[in-house]
């Protein structure tokens, strides 16, 4: 094989040899040969040009390097796999595994989690033998391991009569004249051949040149968003100038990272993109159904399984409003999770379908029943037809099984072409193995659907591209590619350095053993690409996963390019700082945003957020009547006072237009039910203890004791809207837990309250002055008749207040002021004792108390009644406020609520306040 002369660039080869169609151009990719195809009609002049003789290194092997193996077939990656999930089964039920470090002893039991492993290193096993035999080494398990392998695939490949291309010796076989291997440096495995071709004078090559590193610049940048902002900028000024878009390129190395990005960053400017690069058949578009069908049928059809599954917007099922009824079902249901019960699995749909529709005020029984009845007909037919497709015993009844449930659920005229597609190349790989299940019946997998997914998990699938956009290619496949403008991104160390190994599943010092060296074929790739076209090398010193050094390969450096003044959007923005004029031109998404701004926003100049409505707009002024005034009175109650004091935007978006976060998800359990169960028991306990003992009797602990046990057992179902078939196993779970909270409070009576009356249980008190009516619902109020004392109790599942929450200066809390207020004016006295008893935690916090009357320890927070009166005071004027501001329709939001209390705002989409431009 001779260097081919008088040529420097593929350009100078086609140019020259071009026109004799005895000539085959060999490339190192079929993006390259198909690309040079093009060019060479303007290269040559011709008009035509046999596309048989521009052909890629992989196409030229299996042309001209035939395998020397009569009346044998290739094995495939697939037939290798079958091979490996067959081997690990049998190591798994041998009686002492024969395999011992490829397959770890302690796993032969899970082998097949090792078989995808095992399947890629078959190819290479020939070589490592000579290898090792060569250099005498290999007396380790793990070189044990390797030959028990290598003699098994060997009686594999015989048994069915196959060969594997990689061990078999090849002859060279002609079929033109003259061959031009171009750039074999970038040709992975092109050591592997060159025994056989170096000698063939049919052969001729073109190496790749030196990298010059002191003429090929590298431009850094800070981030990863910058290298691809500039890049976007560039095109752009590219295609203002007249270039077609066909005739740019780039290349990004790590691509998987940046492919978000940058098809936001095209598609925000218009610049038409096409990624030639593929995406593995089991994790997009609707090649998910298969391996989410498997997850439902494993996890016994969970709410997290069904629910990406059914509402997939790339599977058009039938029967949408039944799909919905059932999520609805599963929502309310709780449907979470299927539990095993005695060594078997209780389905979570199936027991909730046997259960009555419980009462609820807020919807109807009848609308209710209607949707379960729905749920209830498209799930129990569908797990069946889902078992049977997914536990399958052999791929021709998976493949039969399929088109039953296609038939039954699904709707091919739903398929967009691109998913269309997909399910197609899908079902393409499902029947090559229903073709491979015949020969090879001895070594088939054990669970055909779990193999089938498996591949659907590795096999790449490449959507078609129609050229005339900019292509977008990962790292080293377009190189030696005659695009005339190259943009080559993240030329970071890590993710642009190429680096051929041999037996890389071995270590390196094993490698090192065996005279394995590595090749570094980075300046290779980094100088053909240097070739072609106006090229621009870029860098990020901070990429999408983290810093990142320069490859070393670069020495001269170049200026980031000033492209702003050509960046629209970065216009947009200063215009709205007031910083520049508005932009001269807008790019379609920014001319969408101002149209529908101005078609939803037609009067200009009002925002809740900065002006107050007062009064108008008459519907919300009626909205708030009907809700939150009582006979011309403005109802406060402490929670809807703490919500206005933080921001009067929340509360105006949850409390006068009472929009609610939509509920998606079946949960467990939510904490929020230990507290309702607490308060209801604690609730009727104590009314039971007024009616039987008329005091609190700490000598009779003992009974309220079982007393409590016996109301939680009686009501506790009752009382939370936790329904479904978890609920009865939950809540007998947290009876501990809840009665411990229980046993708190009952101990803290016996010790402070002992002799007082429970005078009102979760009872509401109400008072009105002037046009404000204050009402609030208070956990307990205790009473000593002798000394007519009140104490007034709060109960807490979550933080608790403390007595410096409640400084007139910065109230934090107005629980216990309109509390004391309140009682103060229903008892005609006053309350000289407030606390807050944290039932989970078992806190106790002494807001107000006469410490003389009522010990409290080492707790010295407390205040008095007098002390604590400045605080009443303080919440009146904040009430009368608030009221004000209510009246007024006045929901601006303050300056001290700060960016970071908006974005923890669950309004803060709607607000939109995070997103408002300040001056």
Same mark, same amino acid.
């Given at each position: 094989?001779?260097?081919?002369?008088? +040529?420097?660039?593929?350009?100078?080869?086609?140019?020259?040899?071009?026109?004799?169609?005895?000539?085959?151009?060999?490339?190192?990719?079929?993006?390259?040969?198909?690309?040079?195809?093009?060019?060479?009609?303007?290269?040559?002049?011709?008009?035509?040009?046999?596309?048989?003789?521009?052909?890629?290194?992989?196409?030229?092997?299996?042309? +001209? +390097?035939?395998?020397?193996?009569?009346?044998?077939?290739?094995?495939?990656?697939?037939?290798?796999?079958?091979?490996?999930?067959?081997?690990?089964?049998?190591?798994?039920?041998?009686?002492?595994?024969?395999?011992?470090?490829?397959?770890?002893?302690?796993?032969?039991?899970?082998?097949?989690?090792?078989?995808?492993?095992?399947?890629?290193?078959?190819?290479?096993?020939?070589?490592?033998?000579?290898?090792?035999?060569?250099?005498?080494?290999?007396?380790?398990?793990?070189?044990?391991?390797?030959?028990?392998?290598?003699?098994?695939?060997?009686?594999?490949?015989?048994?069915?009569?196959?060969?594997?291309?990689?061990?078999?010796?090849?002859?060279?076989?002609?079929?033109?004249?003259?061959?031009?291997?171009?750039?074999?440096?970038?040709?992975?495995? &092109?050591?592997?051949?060159?025994?056989?071709?170096?000698?063939?004078?049919?052969?001729?090559?073109?190496?790749?040149?030196?990298?010059?590193?002191?003429?090929?610049?590298?431009?850094?940048?800070?981030?990863?968003?910058?290298?691809?902002?500039?890049?976007?900028?560039?095109?752009?000024?590219?295609?203002?100038?007249?270039?077609? =878009?066909?005739?740019?390129?780039?290349?990004?190395?790590?691509?998987?990272?940046?492919?978000?990005?940058?098809?936001?960053?095209?598609?925000?400017?218009?610049?038409?993109?096409?990624?030639?690069?593929?995406?593995?058949?089991?994790?997009?578009?609707?090649?998910?159904?298969?391996?989410?069908?498997?997850?439902?049928?494993?996890?016994?059809?969970?709410?997290?399984?069904?629910? !990406?599954?059914?509402?997939?917007?790339?599977?058009?099922?039938?029967?949408?409003?039944?799909?919905?009824?059932?999520?609805?079902?599963?929502?309310?249901?709780?449907?979470?999770?299927?539990?095993?019960?005695?060594?078997?699995?209780?389905?979570?749909?199936?027991?909730?379908?046997?259960?009555?529709?419980?009462?609820?005020?807020?919807?109807?029984?009848?609308?209710?029943?209607? $949707?379960?009845?729905?749920?209830?007909?498209?799930?129990?037919?569908?797990?069946?037809?889902?078992?049977?497709?997914?536990?399958?015993?052999?791929?021709?009844?998976?493949?039969?099984?399929?088109?039953?449930?296609?038939?039954?659920?699904?709707?091919?005229?739903?398929?967009?072409?691109?998913?269309?597609?997909?399910?197609?190349?899908?079902?393409? *790989?499902?029947?090559?193995?229903?073709?491979?299940?015949?020969?090879?019946?001895?070594?088939?997998?054990?669970?055909?659907?779990?193999?089938?997914?498996?591949?659907?998990?590795?096999?790449?699938?490449?959507?078609?591209?129609?050229?005339?956009?900019?292509?977008?290619? !990962?790292?080293?496949?377009?190189?030696?590619?005659?695009? =005339?403008?190259?943009?080559?991104?993240?030329?970071?160390?890590?993710?642009?350095?190429?680096?051929?190994?041999?037996?890389? &599943?071995?270590?390196?010092?094993?490698?090192?053993?065996?005279?394995?060296?590595?090749?570094?074929?980075?300046?290779?790739?980094? @100088?053909?690409?240097?070739?072609?076209?106006?090229?621009?090398?870029?860098?990020?010193?901070?990429?999408?996963?983290?810093?990142?050094?320069?490859?070393?390969? &670069?020495?001269?450096?170049?200026?980031?390019?000033?492209?702003?003044?050509?960046?629209?959007?970065?216009?947009?923005?200063?215009?709205?700082?007031?910083?520049?004029?508005?932009?001269?031109?807008?790019?379609?998404?920014?001319?969408?945003?101002?149209?529908?701004?101005?078609?939803?926003?037609?009067?200009?100049?009002?925002?809740?957020?900065? $002006?107050?409505?007062?009064?108008? *707009?008459?519907? *919300?002024?009626?909205?708030?009547? #009907?809700?939150?005034?009582?006979?011309?009175?403005?109802?406060?109650?402490?929670?809807?006072?703490?919500?206005?004091?933080?921001?009067?935007?929340?509360?105006?978006?949850?409390?006068?237009?009472?929009?609610?976060?939509? #509920?998606?998800?079946?949960?467990?359990?939510?904490?929020?039910?230990?507290?309702?169960?607490?308060?209801?028991?604690?609730?009727?306990?104590?009314?039971?203890?007024?009616?039987?003992?008329?005091?609190?009797?700490?000598?009779?602990?003992? #009974?309220?004791?079982?007393?409590?046990?016996?109301?939680?057992?009686?009501?506790?179902?009752?009382?939370?809207?936790?329904?479904?078939?978890?609920?009865?196993?939950?809540?007998?779970?947290?009876?501990?837990?809840?009665?411990?909270?229980?046993? &708190?409070?009952?101990?803290?009576? @016996?010790?402070?309250?002992?002799?007082?009356?429970p005078y009102l249980m979760e009872g509401e008190l109400q008072y009105r002055?002037?046009?404000?009516?204050?009402?609030?619902?208070?956990?307990?109020?205790?009473?000593?008749?002798?000394?007519?004392? @009140?104490?007034?109790?709060?109960?807490?599942?979550?933080?608790?207040?403390?007595?410096?929450?409640?400084?007139?200066?910065?109230?934090?809390?107005?629980?216990? !002021?309109?509390?004391?207020?309140?009682?103060?004016?229903?008892?005609?006295?006053?309350?000289?004792?407030?606390?807050?008893?944290?039932?989970?935690?078992?806190?106790?916090?002494?807001?107000?108390?006469?410490?003389?009357?009522?010990?409290?320890?080492?707790?010295?927070?407390?205040?008095?009644?007098?002390?604590?009166?400045?605080?009443?005071?303080?919440?009146?004027?904040?009430?009368?406020?608030y009221a004000q501001q209510v009246g007024m329709e006045d929901f601006r939001?303050?300056?001290?609520?700060?960016?970071?209390?908006?974005?923890?705002?669950?309004?803060?989409?709607?607000?939109?306040?995070?997103?408002?431009?300040?001056?």
């Open positions: 094989m001779r260097i081919i002369s008088g +040529c420097s660039t593929i350009e100078d080869c086609i140019r020259r040899y071009g026109t004799d169609a005895r000539t085959c151009f060999v490339f190192p990719s079929r993006i390259a040969a198909r690309l040079w195809m093009h060019r060479a009609l303007a290269l040559t002049g011709l008009t035509a040009v046999p596309a048989e003789l521009f052909i890629a290194w992989d196409a030229f092997k299996a042309e +001209c +390097c035939i395998a020397q193996a009569e009346n044998k077939n290739p094995a495939s990656q697939i037939i290798r796999l079958l091979f490996a999930h067959h081997i690990a089964a049998d190591n798994a039920a041998a009686e002492k595994p024969f395999l011992q470090n490829i397959i770890p002893a302690d796993y032969a039991a899970d082998g097949a989690i090792f078989a995808q492993w095992i399947a890629g290193i078959l190819p290479q096993l020939d070589h490592w033998e000579k290898r090792a035999a060569q250099h005498k080494a290999g007396k380790d398990a793990e070189f044990s391991d390797l030959r028990i392998l290598k003699k098994a695939y060997t009686e594999f490949l015989d048994a069915h009569r196959l060969f594997e291309p990689s061990w078999a010796g090849a002859e060279f076989i002609p079929h033109a004249q003259q061959y031009i291997l171009l750039y074999p440096e970038l040709m992975e495995d &092109f050591d592997e051949y060159r025994g056989l071709l170096e000698e063939r004078p049919e052969l001729s090559m073109l190496s790749a040149p030196a990298f010059k590193a002191e003429t090929t610049p590298l431009i850094q940048f800070g981030t990863m968003r910058e290298e691809i902002r500039s890049t976007a900028l560039a095109v752009e000024q590219l295609l203002t100038n007249g270039v077609p =878009a066909d005739d740019i390129a780039l290349s990004i190395a790590g691509i998987e990272d940046t492919v978000p990005y940058l098809k936001r960053e095209f598609a925000l400017r218009n610049i038409p993109a096409e990624f030639r690069l593929g995406f593995k058949l089991g994790e997009q578009q609707a090649g998910q159904l298969f391996p989410l069908l498997e997850q439902c049928v494993q996890e016994h059809y969970s709410f997290e399984s069904l629910k !990406p599954l059914l509402l997939n917007p790339h599977i058009p099922w039938k029967h949408p409003a039944q799909i919905q009824a059932l999520i609805n079902f599963g929502i309310k249901n709780n449907c979470l999770v299927s539990w095993k019960d005695e060594g078997h699995y209780k389905n979570v749909w199936k027991e909730a379908f046997k259960l009555p529709i419980p009462y609820n005020p807020h919807s109807s029984a009848e609308e209710e029943q209607a $949707e379960k009845e729905q749920a209830k007909e498209w799930l129990l037919p569908f797990m069946k037809a889902a078992e049977r497709f997914v536990q399958a015993q052999s791929f021709s009844e998976m493949r039969r099984q399929y088109i039953l449930f296609r038939a039954q659920y699904l709707n091919p005229d739903g398929f967009s072409a691109e998913d269309n597609a997909v399910i197609g190349r899908c079902i393409t *790989l499902m029947q090559e193995l229903v073709q491979l299940e015949e020969d090879f019946a001895d070594c088939l997998p054990a669970q055909p659907y779990r193999f089938f997914t498996a591949q659907l998990s590795r096999e790449i699938y490449v959507p078609q591209n129609t050229g005339r956009a900019v292509s977008i290619f !990962p790292f080293r496949v377009a190189a030696a590619t005659p695009f =005339a403008h190259h943009f080559i991104l993240n030329c970071n160390q890590k993710a642009s350095r190429v680096i051929y190994q041999k037996l890389p &599943f071995l270590r390196k010092d094993k490698r090192e053993e065996l005279g394995v060296i590595e090749k570094d074929a980075t300046q290779a790739f980094f @100088a053909v690409y240097a070739t072609y076209g106006t090229v621009r090398f870029s860098v990020s010193e901070q990429t999408f996963s983290g810093f990142t050094v320069s490859n070393g390969i &670069f020495t001269a450096f170049a200026p980031r390019p000033d492209l702003n003044d050509s960046d629209s959007l970065l216009q947009e923005y200063r215009f709205f700082k007031r910083e520049e004029p508005a932009p001269e031109a807008l790019y379609s998404v920014q001319k969408a945003g101002f149209e529908q701004f101005a078609g939803i926003k037609q009067k200009r100049g009002f925002s809740f957020l900065t $002006e107050p409505f007062n009064g108008s *707009l008459p519907v *919300l002024s009626e909205k708030l009547k #009907d809700g939150h005034y009582t006979d011309g009175a403005f109802r406060i109650s402490q929670s809807g006072l703490h919500l206005f004091s933080d921001c009067p935007a929340q509360w105006f978006l949850s409390s006068a237009l009472s929009i609610d976060e939509e #509920d998606t998800d079946a949960e467990l359990f939510n904490p929020r039910y230990i507290g309702i169960i607490c308060h209801r028991i604690l609730e009727r306990l104590y009314q039971r203890i007024r009616e039987n003992d008329r005091v609190f009797i700490s000598a009779h602990l003992a #009974d309220y004791r079982e007393w409590a046990e016996s109301i939680f057992n009686e009501t506790v179902h009752s009382q939370t809207d936790f329904r479904g078939p978890l609920a009865a196993p939950f809540i007998e779970s947290i009876k501990k837990r809840s009665l411990k909270s229980v046993d &708190f409070v009952l101990t803290f009576d @016996a010790e402070k309250l002992d002799g007082y009356a002055s002037g046009d404000i009516l204050y009402h609030g619902l208070v956990d307990r109020i205790s009473y000593q008749e002798a000394e007519g004392r @009140a104490v007034i109790i709060d109960y807490k599942t979550g933080k608790v207040p403390s007595a410096t929450d409640y400084t007139s200066e910065a109230m934090r809390d107005f629980q216990m !002021p309109m509390y004391i207020f309140l009682a103060e004016n229903r008892l005609k006295q006053e309350v000289l004792h407030a606390f807050f008893l944290g039932i989970t935690k078992e806190d106790k916090k002494y807001i107000v108390n006469d410490k003389e009357v009522i010990p409290q320890g080492s707790a010295r927070s407390s205040k008095t009644r007098e002390e604590f009166e400045p605080s009443i005071q303080a919440f009146l004027q904040i009430a009368q406020e939001k303050p300056a001290a609520v700060q960016w970071q209390d908006c974005m923890g705002c669950p309004f803060h989409t709607i607000c939109r306040t995070t997103f408002t431009v300040e001056e």
